[in-house]
């Protein structure tokens, strides 16, 4: 492997693109045709694609054809858009890496059009921020071409782990992760301009992170989801009181709503005496048992289950 071509040239593929270049004997080219960049490129882009040994190309067709592998890192709203276009270019055998944020049906989607076509596409997912991480940030990655990936990129210093299945499998990870990661940054917003509005904010900071950094974040979570399944009616309770508490405050109490509406669904299941009674249980039983009747509720509603 020697060239190496980007469709879209953000954060990430800058990264990515300067990582690849610092090794000898690559070809690094890019092809954007977006918002900010479009063929013929100004000089200012050129200078930026020159300052990352790349070089601009005026097609997506002549990115192809001089790359033998393909990164698409465009924004989401693009993604599978350009994602097909790439794989009616490609050639078969050719690496196509999909590292934009996708959703895993997206993902699952170019996956299935890659292979009737022959072409190895990777579901690649960033578990991390390039700001931080660099081009070592972790790369969740599945699908046809993901063992190839990692074999070819590894030693140019990517941190890429691999899953066993079909393109889609990484990006639920990457999914599910957010749905986590994002959901505590506006857990974190909401609560701390409410300690803003009390002026406690480094007390509530601390009361916050202090009993988080005495533990693993794993066996928090397991905590979390074993004890949700005795306690949240009451803490369901709890929080809307706290809803009230913060709308008297003037701050539209969005995330404690939501954590309120989560509590109510869990105790709604009635599941809680069956727990009770268990002389032990982990977490995976917990779960085990929400899916069920979720599944059996979306039946009875004559809603479709996956």
């Known amino acids: 492997m020697h060239s190496v071509g980007f469709v879209g040239?953000?954060?990430?593929?800058?990264?990515?693109?300067?990582?690849?270049?610092?090794?000898?004997?690559?070809?690094?080219?890019?092809?954007?045709?977006?918002?900010?960049?479009?063929?013929?490129?100004?000089?200012?882009?050129?200078?930026?694609?020159?300052?990352?040994?790349?070089?601009?190309?005026?097609?997506?067709?002549?990115?192809?054809?001089r790359s033998e592998v393909v990164f698409s890192a465009v924004t989401v709203d693009q993604a599978e858009q350009v994602g097909a276009e790439l794989l009616e270019l490609a050639n078969r055998g050719q690496l196509v890496v999909d590292v934009n944020a996708s959703t895993p049906s997206v993902k699952a989607r170019l996956g299935t059009r890659a292979s009737a076509a022959g072409v190895r596409?990777?579901?690649?997912?960033?578990?991390?921020?390039?700001?931080?991480?660099?081009?070592?940030?972790?790369?969740?990655?599945?699908?046809?071409?993901?063992?190839?990936?990692?074999?070819?990129?590894?030693?140019?210093?990517?941190?890429?782990?691999?899953?066993?299945?079909?393109?889609?499998?990484?990006?639920?990870?990457?999914?599910?992760?957010?749905?986590?990661?994002?959901?505590?940054?506006?857990?974190?917003?909401?609560?701390?301009?409410?300690?803003?509005?009390?002026?406690?904010?480094?007390?509530?900071?601390?009361?916050?992170c202090g009993p988080m950094d005495a533990t693993t974040y794993s066996d928090f979570a397991v905590m979390c989801i074993k004890t949700d399944v005795l306690h949240a009616g009451r803490r369901a309770v709890e929080m809307d009181d706290i809803a009230t508490e913060l709308t008297q405050m003037g701050i539209d109490p969005v995330m404690t709503k939501a954590t309120t509406r989560r509590l109510a669904q869990s105790a709604n299941y009635e599941v809680r005496d069956e727990f009770l009674k268990r002389p032990s249980y982990d977490y995976h039983d917990v779960l085990d048992v929400y899916h069920e009747v979720t599944a059996n509720r979306a039946v009875a509603e004559g809603r479709e289950v996956h």
């Open 9 to 65: 040239f953000g954060e990430a593929a800058k990264c990515f693109a300067r990582a690849i270049s610092d090794h000898s004997g690559f070809e690094v080219t890019v092809f954007c045709d977006g918002t900010h960049h479009t063929p013929p490129y100004d000089p200012a882009f050129l200078a930026e694609l020159a300052d990352h040994h790349a070089v601009g190309v005026e097609s997506m067709k002549e990115l192809v054809s």
């Open 121 to 208: 596409y990777v579901d690649a997912n960033l578990m991390g921020a390039v700001s931080i991480y660099g081009h070592r940030v972790q790369l969740l990655s599945s699908g046809t071409g993901a063992s190839s990936f990692q074999a070819d990129f590894e030693p140019l210093g990517f941190n890429i782990e691999v899953l066993d299945g079909q393109a889609g499998k990484a990006a639920a990870v990457k999914m599910l992760r957010s749905v986590v990661t994002k959901g505590m940054e506006a857990l974190l917003v909401e609560a701390l301009t409410a300690a803003r509005a009390l002026g406690i904010v480094d007390d509530a900071f601390a009361g916050i």
